[in-house]
Each structure stands twice: as C-alpha cells, then as structure tokens.
C-alpha cells in the first residue's frame, strides 16, 4: 500500500456546489496531518491543518478518521476561485530527521 | 523581505550537461529542502540541510549532490543531466523550533532535459 492515496479527480463542480474529498494513509503512526493548495504552476501553500477533532475554516472543514486511516476535506459554497489541486500531506518521523509526505493531489474545477 | 527565491526558473539542458540550482532564503531558517515534482505525482523529497555545513539524503538523492555553504542558500546540482530529471524543482525552508508543516516554498524551477 502507499503511503498517501488521493483520488486524481479531476472533480468538475458548479458555483456553490459542496465538494469533498478523501485521502487515506498507510503510516499509522502518523502524528499530523495537512491539506495543501497548489495553483497550476505555482508552488504548494498550507490550507489547513488537520486535528483529531476535526476543525473548520470558513467554507472548509478537515477531519481526521484514524480508526480507518483517512482525512478529508470538504469545501462549501465552491467559488471559482476554489479550482485548484489540493494536496493531503502528513508528518513522518522515521528516522533522524522528519519530513513531509505528499499526496499526488486532486484537481478541483470549478465551474460557472 | 523576499522570503524563499529560486534560480532559474525555467532551464532546458541537453543530456550529459550539469547545472546548478540555486535556493536562497533571507528568512534566517536553518532547515532547507530540495523537493522535485513529477506530473501526477506528490513532491518527493530530493536532499534537505538542517544547518550551515550539513546536508542529507532524502527520499529521491540519486543523480543529484547540494551544498550549504551559507546558511541562507542551498544549492541543487545535476553533474550530468538525464531525460528522468525533467521536473519541477521546489526549495523550501522553516525554522527550527517550528512544525514541518510550517515550510515556505519558493516558486519553483522548470527544468527539462532533451
């Protein structure tokens, strides 16, 4: 199993529509976890992070299953400005140093 | 205060030539990373440094050698490019003391290599 799998996408949603998605991890000691956006040929920014009792931003809300090993993202009232690809990303501590581990993303559009 | 910059940002190399990435922050962070993006695929950790002087292999080193002479840059070399280096190359730093999470990216190096 990988250690993160997203759903590609791409997902093609209307203005205002509520959209989520879905992300599962194989590392279970994973301690943190994070959605990224990443605009077309720019570098990825932090959305959010992810806590255990799961947390709201706005139009966002992440959360966290770690019985099954997944986090999701939903996304009310998408605007347009929402198209994006949005990247699930945790903590691994194995080893000497900690790093980041990058989903592949999913591709949101959305349309007028 | 630029925060993280790279040069250069777009760059084609014939097989077999080297070049040499420069990541410069002015942010004082001591850890820096070296990540390349391939289509459909997440960020792969290429080498990292976690001070002046030091640097360490990451997820995907092979073909590639950094430095960290100054604390605020950190360099990405290819001797000798190959067709498998065609990516996007990110920089990315943060400070000690501070979660992973809590990286600033630069924007980026197109690279391909015919």
């Known amino acids: 199993r990988k250690e993160v799998e997203q759903d590609p996408g791409p997902f093609n949603v209307p203005e205002g529509a509520t959209v989520a998605f879905n992300c599962t991890y194989s590392?279970?000691?994973?301690?943190?976890f994070f959605w990224y956006r990443q605009d077309c040929r720019k570098e990825p920014k932090l959305l959010m992070s992810?806590?255990?009792s799961g947390n709201e931003d706005g139009r966002f809300t992440a959360q966290l299953n770690r019985a099954s090993q997944y986090i999701s993202l939903l996304i009310r009232d998408s605007k347009l400005s929402d198209s994006a690809t949005y990247l699930c990303v945790f903590e691994n501590y194995g080893g000497s140093q900690g790093n980041l581990i990058f989903g592949k993303g999913t591709k949101l559009s959305v349309k007028p | 205060n630029a925060g993280v910059t790279q040069t250069p940002k777009f760059r084609v190399l014939k097989t077999g030539q080297s070049m040499t990435l420069l990541c410069a922050q002015d942010m004082n962070h001591e850890y820096m990373y070296w990540y390349r993006q391939d289509p459909g695929m997440g960020l792969r950790l290429i080498h990292y440094s976690v001070g002046e002087g030091t640097t360490a292999k990451g997820e995907v080193p092979d073909g590639y050698n950094v430095s960290r002479l100054k604390k605020q840059n950190f360099l990405l070399g290819l001797e000798s490019a190959a067709p498998s280096q065609t990516s996007v190359y990110f920089c990315?730093?943060?400070?000690?003391?501070?979660?992973?999470?809590?990286?600033?990216f630069g924007p980026g190096t197109r690279l391909t290599v015919t």
């Open positions: 992810v806590y255990s």
């Open positions: 990315a730093s943060h400070k000690r003391g501070t979660g992973l999470y809590e990286q600033y």
């Open positions: 590392n279970s000691a994973s301690q943190s």
